[in-house]
């Protein structure tokens, strides 16, 4: 495959919920900078962090905008869409009840390949947290300007 068929699978894989088959895409090794946590090293890393996020989310799918790649790099941008219908687990262990509300939330993803294989060494997920927890409820609301 090439990177951008390769992070393209991973999606898909990933949008049908096939998580086993699509931490398999990962490098075992592999190195990961997602918000909120920083760099993650492995594939039970990167499983963990996910795990929130499939626990709360038991619907959801990426909309493409655009990819590109170059060498061994491709680069993803879209939005991705679910509901919050499960509790959401906050890194500091903290189980908070579903909001029942919808989510679009724009990304961007970069994923490198090792070379000449169908793994992914490195990923570099953005997106904006203040977003997403606005778009959930779980901001206070502005004061109102006096």
């Known amino acids: 495959m090439t990177p951008k068929e390769l992070l393209i699978e991973?999606?898909?894989?990933s949008d049908a919920r096939e998580h086993d088959e699509f931490i398999a895409l990962l490098a075992p090794?592999?190195?990961?900078?997602?918000?909120?946590?920083?760099?993650?090293?492995?594939?039970d890393a990167f499983?963990?962090?996910?795990?929130?996020?499939?626990?709360?989310?038991?619907?959801?799918?990426?909309?493409?905008?655009?990819?590109?790649?170059s060498?061994?790099?491709?680069?993803?941008?879209?939005t991705w869409h679910g509901v919050n219908d499960g509790p959401l687990i906050t890194p500091e262990g903290q189980q908070m009840?579903?909001?029942?509300?919808?989510?679009?939330?724009?990304?961007a993803l970069v994923g490198t390949r090792v070379p000449?294989?169908?793994s992914i060494r490195s990923v570099h997920l953005y997106f904006d947290q203040v977003d997403f927890l606005g778009q959930l409820g779980l901001l206070p609301e502005p004061a109102a300007a006096a």
């Open 10 to 13: 991973a999606l898909r894989r």
């Open 29 to 43: 090794d592999c190195d990961c900078t997602m918000p909120g946590s920083g760099e993650l090293h492995g594939t």
């Open 47 to 69: 499983r963990a962090y996910m795990q929130p996020f499939w626990q709360g989310f038991s619907r959801y799918h990426h909309e493409l905008a655009s990819t590109v790649e």
């Open 71 to 78: 060498g061994d790099t491709a680069v993803a941008e879209g």
């Open 97 to 107: 009840p579903p909001t029942g509300r919808s989510v679009a939330l724009r990304f």
């Open 116 to 118: 000449g294989a169908d």
